[in-house]
């Protein structure tokens, strides 16, 4: 394999449908995910920062070398994976603004990390050291190769946007990668991870250095899974996806993030050995995971006691786990498959679970995080002290940092490179996924500069406007998403004339000229959205969707203190916009009390509906739970 | 105090409305429980034992004294407790029928117990031997106390049923309790135990001996409750019921097993002590616990992850937990409330928890049982294995021994003192709370023998004939339980005359003679049964009923290989008893397949009924899963 040209995206495969576009050639200019990606730069870098130095977790690679690591480590297994994530962040912050002060800060903790590796490239503060045990000894929990994989994302997103950088972190990654490949080659500990993660790090690994070894032990990773390799536990082996092989799976099960990053690695190694019944195997499992295994926010995960995926169906709002991890694997393996395959339900995943999961983690302010999002929230619950790690996945409120602290780390890395989530290309031309204003320019290999600018107010509104600010003297392809949820009312303008476009990627073909201009406008009435009837734990209930957006009724806004669990939508008016909330109609169930909630007749169903309507203001599901302790729904029962 | 009459029962309060009769007073001769008390003793009790010697957790009290505790103790930190609930089983069974093969067991188990017990009474074959940590030094996990709670009410039950026997197990006993007195009274460490159960066991053991010191112990720790001495754990000191006062709770939360026995002892505490407020606050926490965190089987704990209690209306009936053991401690707080109050719906709920938590926990051959006792299983699962304990407490089948197995030992010395159950007597006369077939005789203090027979076929059949079988002097009072379930439809026909009545204590006071005749009739037609409007995971469904029992629909009954989640009930048709099954009228769900399921109109919740109306048989909930690997579901959606 040759090495990649340094395109600066995170997933750059060397064979597909498409390739994406990077950091350097799309730029996100305003809107939604602008602000988030400010608050990014501005406040959650600095805070993921600061905590790590507060717990110890940076300082940890310091004791490899000049302290007592048994007695003063810090942190739990897999701490050493939150700094590789931060450098990852900052490396893609670095490739977006070029900022000195990061910089410098990236330098420093590359410094760090640099001393703690030994002399064979093994480099984990946990594991192999005095006092501790022995190296590759709990492969089960140690999460030693996953942490070696996040070290390798981390070298990519620096040898994509720096490619010229000094500071020696992409030699530390190829170095740990060496020991990794030497440890667990074909003639080594015949192995593998309890967490994956390794895989696909491996193979981008490969991509970005040219070096095949490291994609061949990335598919020999994905080949071991699924013997029973890892040992049972008491949620049974497919928590570690170690109960089926990967070509023989049907859908992903067991811990939600292990399932996506494992699926992730295994489409990379598919597109890069041109394997078309391991692509086959993970495409079937996503569509049964998507089609019966993941709520309406995108959020995947309904079990709180192994953070893992459920049964088909079995999807409680009030018990989402939908970890925010989850959301960000989801988006690793959608993208990937995106690419692979150039259908636009991938994409249409991506966006739900951005819009709903990924930028729901992070408070207004970036410093207090999600772990986990539920859909429903009946109780206020306490707010989590600010001043320590939060020891609960399920916090009440975001808390500033958690004993797990996966979260904040991985929201990071993926703000930082969103934009390489936007556009791509192939022969024919150029796609747009997701919609931001901003600016897009690609050289064509023996092509003239495209250059685009988008003008959007999404999601608020539908209206996406295409400026061609390029002239070409050939023809290409324009191709835009218009999404599932905008089937029925999408309309593509082009040259004066409006007509009706389907889901899917809708196409425009010709040489294109400075000046000209495509609009897609999006139906943004809000909707009702009804679940499939086998979704038991929300039957007589309905969402509302607005654009790409989940709302949910929060308690701060029921001036009148009625309660969020006492409202009964009316879906006989359609959910409307007025002062720019979305408001739906309303009665109050007038539950009465029984010494015992069971009984024959309607009359134990307690379900009189009460008083006038009321028109309840809902709130963008991203946005709850910034204004105090509250309660949350986001699935209404209806009248 | 001074030590009670050595009544045949598991709780004998000094104070309070009722006085529960023995074993000695009621025997149970036929029908339901009369088999399952047969195949405790001739199967379960057997079992058990082999179990408990194959896992070593017997052998380890043999290391105490011979052995190298460090290497060879097997079995988690509270295995001592299933020893101490296996020898409390055998007691009752002892007290039952004299089984001399029994007792020769009961006494080898409890030689072996002894020589582990320390010269100053502290027994613990985990903790405070050579190479163990210190005693009392894991309060929050380490369960010693909860172990000598366990081997008080063996003692207490040995006590009540030989109160002549030499076996010394009451003087072991003695000797651990007074250790715990020494160790943790007013002067000693101010701590308590992260599982319940030592307080109820030591007022209990005060009740038994007469010794107020146990019973001011007792007290002790049911007030250092609730002021956070345990510490923190992910998910809140709510889990030991830690985090409120016991008599500043409003209902019960956290472990259900843990605040079940907590509450139990709370009651033993402020019976005997005559605490009104302490009662009062048992109480309403009961009453709120039942009205909104209570399945319609009695079962308690709806979450997986810390075996707990969730929130009000949090009821899922596909991730109900409903322990086995909180089913049993269920039974166990709501009975010492019926003795403090007489109030019916205690009576109540000991029915409803016995048939279908209690008795669907030991599968028919009595040799393997559900830990958990879920409402809803969507998928087949695998059986698990016969030959090891299974580690996974959410078994999809019955496993016969589990690594945390408490629920063997808790089924069935609750099975082998259910006699103790059935009845009361106060001032006034007898109370008849359970229907069995049987016979009671109770000489009341300075009064004539009293005796009866019970004859029915109950809960097959409706009909409770109780004759009279001994002449009185003096009017006294018959109390006969109207279970809520039957407030329309019950009739009590006394001299051949038939009057309606209502739930609660229908009674009949004369001077009784012999061969008097009272019927209690009570309606036996199955039912619908409707949730309340704020339990969001069964909305749209319902449960069917008859009698007692909580019926379900099983995938092994349904000929056509219709699928038990793809049923719609027919309302309108009431439920029948065709050819011995109780039969609704269904139609087929015909699912429609999307790649998203959720959509806009109805067309996404795939709701169309097709064909004919099938005739669904249903199982009683407590007989399912007796016939190979299944799926099952209580609450069936409506059409």
Known sequence: MAPSAPTAAPVLPSRGRLQPLGLDEVRITGGFWAERQSVNAEATLEHIGHWLEREGWIRNFDLVDTGDLTRERRGREFSDSEVYKYLEAMAWEIGRTGDPELESRFRAVVTRVARAQDADGYLNTKFGHSGQPPRWSDLQWGHELYCVGHLLQAAVARARTRPEADDGLVAIARRAADNVCATFGPDGIDGLCGHPEIETALVEFARATGDDRYLHQGALFVERR???????????REYFQDETPVREATVLRGHAVRANYLAAGAVDVAAETDDPDLMKAVRDQWRNTVARRTYVTGGQGSRHQDEAFGEDWGLPPDRAYSET??????????????????DSGYADLIERTLFNVVSTSPGADG??????????????????????????????QRAPWYEVSCCPTNVARTLASLA?????????????????????AHRPVDGTDRRLTLTTGYPADGQIRVRIDSDDDRPWTLSLRVPGWADRGATLTVDGEVRPVRAGYVTERRTWRRGDEVVLSLPMAPRFTHPDARIDAVRGCVAVERGPLVFAVESVDLSGGENVDELLVDTSQPPMLAGGRV?????????????WPYGGGEAASTTTPRGDLLEVPLIAYHAWANRGPSTMRVWLPTI
């Open 226 to 236: 699924g013997t029973g390799r890892l040992g049972d536990v008491e949620w049974g």
């Open 325 to 342: 991890c989850a959301g960000v694997g989801s988006v690793m393996l959608a993208w990937r498959l995106l690419l692979a395959s150039g």
């Open 583 to 595: 408001v739906v109609c309303c009665r109050r169930l007038d539950p009465a009390d029984h010494h």
């Open 367 to 396: 410093r207090q995080f999600f772990y986990t999002n539920t859909l429903h929230r009946r109780e206020l619950g306490t707010v989590p002290d600010g001043d320590r790690p939060s020891i609960r996945a399920a916090a009440a």
């Open 420 to 440: 390489a989530y936007v556009a791509t290309t192939d022969d024919e031309g150029l796609q747009i996924h997701q919609y931001v204003p901003g600016t897009i």
